[in-house]
Nanobody
């Protein structure tokens, strides 16, 4: 069965950093793109980042470009999202999801999410 399990969320001060992890099972990162989307109260769902399977090309939303970095470790079946210079507007539940390709538009499996709160 396909599963994606996020971890690493928490409370962080503005300007701080946080690293999210997504452990996947039931499929190989060699063959599927994996990315992150986020949902915050009063806002539309936003595709944040994505990493492809073949050449590890990446996608970043304009709102996070230059601050976030996505990577993967295929041997550990894990995708990471390094988040730097966090801002209050980054506060959201972050979900890891499987995509056919990047950019992260259409997903078929996703995790339960991890809460990220950026506050003083």
């Amino acid at each position: 069965q396909v599963q994606l399990v996020e971890s690493g969320g928490g409370l962080v001060q503005p300007g701080g950093s946080l690293r999210l992890s997504c452990v996947v099972s039931g499929f190989s990162l060699d063959y599927f793109a994996v990315g992150w989307f986020r949902q915050a109260p009063g806002k539309e769902r936003e595709g944040v980042s994505c990493i492809s399977s073949s050449d590890t090309s990446t996608y970043y939303a304009a709102s996070v470009k230059g601050r976030f970095a996505i990577s993967r470790d295929n041997a550990k079946n894990t995708v990471y999202l390094q988040m730097n210079n966090l801002k209050p507007e980054d506060t959201a539940v972050y979900y890891c999801a499987r995509y056919g390709a990047c950019p992260p538009i259409t997903y078929d499996y996703w995790g339960r999410g991890t809460q990220v709160t950026v506050s003083s």
